[in-house]
């Protein structure tokens, strides 16, 4: 890899290679559309060999052909449509036309859109979400483990850099895993073409953006394990990377024009400082830094001030939910993406969807800094950027602060108690995805030194506190390991492959430790989707004191005690400061053993968590 990229020259040999090489009429996109969507604007994206030199001719009732933009690169047309709400489903052609030369023609079809229920339903605090890299679950179709017109050929599992050859029938294979764990959304890492030469099975630099990586599975088979998902009572988050797209994908190999990406003279890496965005006191240049910036060599960053890259964004992700049916999105590298671009796309998302659920990526160092970029103007930013909710990894560091024995004023459990008691700061913080680890970071149980105690009052608080918790893939089954580098923490799952020498997927399968920990995971998640108290009710919590910390879920029907000892040693606490809550229950079911116990003297082991159901007072 060249430590410098001189990003001009390549735009212009790549530009030079590829225009002898493209089809006369190689793409379309979007392929089709919908009659009856919200937005009548549509702008075609045609990419074809010198298609700039030909007209366009397009005859169909109820669609217009408002504008044709010639760009820099003479392969591509930008076409723009209005397309009128009586406008009726059906095919027309497009052509294109040059004297003295054959015409070109594609025949493009406008869908009926599909109303039915279950589709788009969102992802809410009632849900718990699984989070699955594809490449690393399960091998349901090994036929499609390597193709021969993909730049990285072949699978070898035992290196974390290459494929392993998970794919989305190996997901469908294992829902009633996740259905009997309590799970009811699956957030896949992304799952379109990562055509790159190495390392892309994580997914997050695009060389396609209206294709499911063939090693994956197809856009028909991704469809149906949406309506999978749907019939088992599974949503759905499809992940997207508005900020950069893979070097390979010919968007950005054979580009429109050298404005579609951020450049630089040479190769110029993000300073990765969130605090630049936010800054009153910033200097622009490392404003610019921030959010111009590439994340890698093979992540071209996208200027997202274009109006064609807009475009295109924008109705690429109105495309999947409405060709898919799928419930919410979860952005990518939320900060290093241009405001105003995505407030604006967040708005038109949720006019075609109303009830699809968004939450941004925000891997920051303070509340406030999570606020920030979070709908509602709530922190003086003077600007709303739409967002409904983020990753809440600041909640994360005070649970594992809590957890792992720190003490003080502010710290320790003092900082878990400070962290929620800023709820004010958002709009809605329930609206927050909770977790305590993902792709990118350390394992929940080895951060918690594969301390089982801890590891369930992690798992406690992770599935009783507000928000939507998620789990990362094989959390319930003790996988551990610390991201130096990631790829240790993205082994396959045990059993996803024929020939594993165990199958976790099973009770069977699973050692005595790791059932312990799989039937305390499924015991809390499935109690919590029974329980409106722990998915809208509202939370309660008091100043720890002498390491005791404990927070009420309650709303009209059930009130849930959290109680947590955050000292390595058992302490007694009683339950008179708690009355006010407590109300005249004297006694309260353990809802991991299902035993009732007295209300009056809790005894709560070392680093051990209880929920408490409480229960009414029946009197004779």
């Known amino acids: 890899m060249k430590k410098y990229l001189l990003i001009t020259t390549c735009w212009l040999l790549l530009a030079t290679g590829a225009m002898a ?16 969507m919200s937005n009548p604007n549509l702008q075609l994206v045609i990419h074809g060999s010198k298609i700039a030199q030909r007209n366009v001719v397009l005859n169909y009732p109820g669609v217009k052909l408002k504008a044709v933009h010639k760009v820099e690169n003479p392969d591509y047309l930008f076409l723009d449509l209005l397309i009128a709400p009586a406008a009726k489903p059906g095919s027309f052609p497009i052509k294109f036309t040059l004297a003295g030369q054959k015409d070109l023609t594609y025949t493009y079809a406008l869908k009926k859109r599909d109303r039915s229920a279950g589709r788009a339903q969102g992802v809410t605090s009632k849900d718990v979400i699984y989070l699955i890299m594809p490449d690393r679950f399960a091998n349901g179709d090994p036929a499609n483990d390597s193709f021969s017109n993909l730049r990285e050929k072949g699978i070898n599992r035992d290196s974390m850099f290459y494929r392993h050859g998970g794919d989305i029938k190996g997901i469908m294979n294992h829902l009633d895993y996740l259905k009997s764990l309590g799970i009811t959304a699956i957030w896949l890492t ?34 149906q ?18 900020n950069h797209a893979g070097t390979e994908g010919y968007l950005i190999s054979d580009m429109p024009m050298k404005s579609w990406v951020h450049q630089w003279p040479v190769y110029t890496k993000s300073n990765f400082r969130d605090a630049a965005v936010m800054d009153p006191h910033a200097s622009p240049t490392d404003r610019k830094l921030m959010l111009d910036g590439w994340f890698d060599h093979r992540m071209a960053d996208l200027n997202e001030n274009n109006i064609y890259v807009q475009n295109y964004l924008t109705q690429n992700h109105i495309w999947w939910v409405e060709y898919a049916g799928i419930d919410g999105f979860r952005l990518d590298t939320y900060p290093y993406n241009d405001a105003a671009y995505m407030a604006k796309w967040a708005q038109a998302v949720k006019a075609e969807f109303p009830n699809l659920s968004i939450f941004g990526e925000t891997l920051v160092w303070s509340a406030a800094n999570q606020a920030f970029f979070t709908q509602g103007n709530t922190v003086n930013r003077g600007f709303d950027t739409n967002l409904p909710g983020v ?8 649970i594992y602060e809590a957890i792992n024995g720190k003490d003080g004023w502010t710290d320790g459990v003092g900082r878990l108690y400070s962290i929620l008691a800023q709820d004010f ?55 551990k390991n610390f991201s130096n580098p990631d790829g240790l923490v993205r082994e396959d799952f045990p059993g996803g492959w024929a020939g594993d020498k165990s199958n976790k997927f099973t009770a069977d399968g699973r050692s005595k430790k790791e059932s312990d920990a799989f039937n305390y995971v499924s015991k809390l998640a499935n109690y919590r989707k029974n329980i409106t108290a722990l998915q809208t009710g509202k939370l309660m919590q008091y100043v720890p004191e002498k390491g005791i910390y404990v927070y009420f879920r309650y709303d009209a029907v059930k009130t849930v005690m959290v109680v947590f ?26 809802i991991i053993t299902d035993e009732n116990i007295d209300l009056g003297q809790l005894s709560i082991p070392a680093k051990s968590t209880l929920v408490l159901e409480l229960l009414p007072n029946v009197t004779h």
């Open 391 to 398: 990753t809440d990894g600041v909640l994360k560091d005070a």
């Open 565 to 590: 000892n955050s000292s390595d040693k058992p302490q007694d606490t009683g339950t008179e400061r708690y009355l006010e809550r407590i109300g005249d229950a004297k006694k309260a079911r353990n």
């Open 225 to 242: 394990f949406v309506e999978k998902c749907h019939s088992m009572g599974i949503k759905v988050v499809k992940d997207l990377v508005h």
């Open 21 to 36: 090489q493209i089809p006369a009429l190689e793409r379309v996109e979007p392929m089709f559309w919908w009659a009856g």
């Open 190 to 223: 992304p799952e379109i073409e990562n055509d790159e030469p190495s390392a892309s099975y994580h997914g997050y630099a695009v060389t396609d953006y209206y294709k499911i990586d063939p090693r994956y599975g197809t856009n028909e088979l991704y469809k």
């Open 425 to 479: 700061l958002y709009q809605d913080a329930s609206r927050n995805t909770i977790f305590l680890d993902n792709h990118d970071m350390s394992r929940m149980l080895s951060v918690v030194g594969e301390d089982i105690s801890k590891y369930k009052s992690a798992m406690a608080m992770l599935l009783t506190m507000r928000g939507v918790p998620q789990l990362y893939y094989g959390d319930e089954i003790l996988m």
